[in-house]
């Protein structure tokens, strides 16, 4: 088993959070990771960086955490609260698609009832325990 990596870093309340959280990911797992999964981890949380600069309130915490299946990434601010439906709109729509990509490209995502704490996962490729090709 390979060692866990983990991170916990504040993110400035300024336009630029979500450009620092995917920096802090970027200089803390290229090393870790495939590129294609760093590349989704970065919109990802990017969007959740977003969401917590436009919609939240107070402090915007970034979490993160590798193990040899995924990596999972918090994005944490002081708002009251988080409804977790998606808004389904048209295609032409310009904005607002932010939880739809995390939808769509995580492997998991959630939201910590009454809470701005929000969750995604990736899963690293390779085999899993019990997967033809595991020589576990």
């Known amino acids: ?16 959070a979500p450009a620092v959280a995917r920096r802090t990911l970027r200089r803390s797992y290229a090393d870790h ?12 949380v990017s969007e959740l960086a977003s969401n917590a600069l ?3 309130r107070g ?8 193990d040899d299946d995924r990596l ?4 944490i601010d002081e708002g009251s609260g988080f409804e ?17 990509i995390v939808e769509d490209v995580a492997s998991r995502w959630g939201v910590h009832e009454g809470t701005t704490h929000i969750w995604f996962e990736l899963e690293r490729r390779g085999p899993r325990l019990g997967e033809p090709g595991d020589d576990a």
Do not use: C
Request: no cysteine; glycine share 8%; charged share 35%.
């Open 1 to 16: 088993m390979a060692e866990e990596v983990e991170l916990e870093v504040k993110l400035p309340r300024a336009e630029t």
């Open 33 to 44: 990771v495939d590129p294609d999964l760093l590349g989704d981890a970065e919109l990802l």
């Open 54 to 56: 436009r919609h939240g």
């Open 59 to 66: 402090e915007i915490t970034l979490r993160a955490r590798l």
């Open 72 to 75: 999972l990434v918090e994005v």
């Open 84 to 100: 977790r439906a998606l808004r389904h709109r048209e295609f032409e729509v310009v904005g607002g698609w932010g939880l739809e």
